[in-house]
């Protein structure tokens, strides 16, 4: 091995230490910068959590009438899913094919007649519900 040989060694040596210095660096500055993001985003979350967590609150314009409420206003209730609505008004349905104009529903009671709902989901919506 002659002096140029040992010469290009070295030469080739510090380009590829430059080379692992420089991707260090850069590491080094992607993991700051991923630091300070996450700092940034958990500051603002934390900023906001006492203002975006709020007790859920069912709303309802007015109270609804079983005997004539529609799937979409039925499912709003507390406890009443898209399967029990369809059953309230299939329950409602039959009933008036059978007994002509008399409503289904006089009170919370008569919802336990529909199946899936019991004396506990009723006593929790009647207060959302009116029967006329």
Known sequence: MGKADTVNDRESNNFVRRGEAGQNRIRSLAFVIS???CVFFALGFSWNFGNAVK???LELESRINP???PVSSLIRLPGIGPARALAIIEYREDFKRE????????????????RGIGPVTAKNISEW????
């Open 55 to 57: 007790p859920f609150a």
């Open 129 to 132: 519900l009116k029967f006329e």
């Open 67 to 69: 005997n004539n409420a």
């Open 99 to 114: 007994n002509g104009a008399v409503p289904a529903f006089r009170d919370c009671d008569d919802l336990c007649n529909v």
């Open 35 to 37: 630091v300070c993001v």
